[in-house]
């Protein structure tokens, strides 16, 4: 008897119910759908030539992405991974595509992607943390865009923010792989092995107050999955919105 994969434990219909859901899946939905209205609009201005172009582009993109998820389809074990991984694989298509139509709208969509958590460089961090005047708290994620376990859990993180963000609580990401000395500023190990990849911090007033996931070396591994669920209960969010809301 053949190996049995660990998607079939996981219907794909729950899935697709949670797809539709939830505010992550739809909003990247509608993102990719505005492609279709920008396409059917740039075919009225672009001359022949660009539209013949673009078509083609389109074509090879849609060729290489099936191709991708296929290998993704086959390697990943779950099925939140592989969406995760082909979600990942259609912002890099729908980069292309409008890359390909025009520069602007390509800046465009990566603004969008960028959610509502800002993307600090470790000297902005330091000077956001030590100033009276920025916000008491900050969930700051240090991930790389070169790990799979970052890649598989980044829409975690632009969801909280969402969801928690205030005046009092607000939500930053440190890229490791372009800042790779803020690891060891922190106390990150980069080693896949370790299961530190992404980190999660909670600042309260500069100091550090709790991490996910925590240090514990002499522990064996263990990185359970990353959620929404997860991250809210370890850093206590429902308990600092409450108490903003209250104005404590």
Same mark, same amino acid.
């Given at each position: 008897?053949?190996?049995?994969?660990?998607?079939?434990?996981?219907?794909?219909?729950?899935?697709?119910?949670?797809?539709?859901?939830?505010?992550?899946?739809?909003?990247?939905?509608?993102?990719?759908?505005?492609?279709?209205?920008?396409?059917?609009?740039?075919?009225?201005?672009?001359?022949?030539?660009?539209?013949?172009?673009?078509?083609?582009?389109?074509?090879?993109?849609?060729?290489?992405?099936?191709?991708?998820?296929?290998?993704?389809?086959?390697?990943?074990?779950?099925? !939140?991974?592989?969406?995760?991984?082909?979600?990942?694989?259609?912002?890099?298509?729908?980069?292309?595509?409008?890359?390909?139509?025009?520069?602007?709208?390509?800046?465009?969509?990566?603004?969008?992607?960028?959610?509502?958590?800002?993307?600090?460089?470790?000297?902005?961090?330091?000077?956001?943390?030590?100033?009276?005047?920025?916000?008491?708290?900050?969930?700051?994620?240090?991930?790389?865009?070169?790990?799979?376990?970052?890649?598989?859990?980044?829409?975690?993180?632009?969801?909280?923010?969402?969801?928690?963000?205030?005046?009092?609580?607000?939500?930053?990401?440190?890229?490791?792989?372009?800042?790779?000395?803020?690891?060891?500023?922190?106390?990150?190990?980069?080693?896949?092995?370790?299961?530190?990849?992404?980190?999660?911090?909670?600042? !309260?007033?500069?100091?550090?107050?709790?991490?996910?996931?925590?240090?514990?070396?002499?522990?064996?591994?263990?990185?359970?999955?990353?959620?929404?669920?997860?991250?809210?209960?370890?850093?206590?969010?429902?308990?600092?919105?409450?108490?903003?809301?209250?104005?404590?």
């Amino acid at each position: 008897m053949g190996k049995e994969s660990s998607k079939d434990t996981v219907p794909v219909t729950q899935w697709l119910n949670r797809m539709v859901s939830e505010p992550y899946y739809l909003f990247h939905f509608l993102t990719f759908f505005s492609y279709f209205v920008v396409r059917s609009s740039a075919t009225q201005i672009l001359a022949p030539h660009l539209t013949h172009h673009l078509l083609r582009r389109e074509i090879q993109t849609l060729l290489v992405f099936a191709i991708l998820a296929f290998i993704k389809g086959i390697k990943e074990e779950t099925w !939140e991974a592989f969406i995760a991984d082909v979600l990942f694989l259609a912002k890099i298509c729908l980069f292309l595509l409008a890359f390909t139509m025009d520069r602007r709208l390509a800046v465009w969509y990566i603004l969008v992607f960028l959610g509502t958590s800002s993307k600090l460089t470790p000297l902005q961090l330091e000077s956001l943390l030590t100033e009276g005047t920025t916000t008491r708290l900050w969930l700051v994620e240090f991930r790389s865009s070169y790990s799979p376990a970052c890649i598989r859990s980044s829409q975690q993180f632009p969801e909280l923010s969402i969801t928690y963000s205030s005046k009092n609580l607000s939500f930053g990401i440190v890229d490791l792989g372009l800042f790779p000395n803020a690891a060891e500023r922190f106390g990150i190990s980069l080693s896949g092995s370790m299961g530190q990849l992404p980190t999660f911090i909670l600042f !309260e007033n500069a100091a550090e107050v709790a991490r996910f996931p925590e240090l514990d070396f002499e522990a064996a591994y263990f990185h359970p999955k990353i959620t929404k669920g997860l991250l809210s209960r370890h850093f206590e969010l429902d308990r600092h919105l409450l108490e903003y809301v209250s104005g404590k």
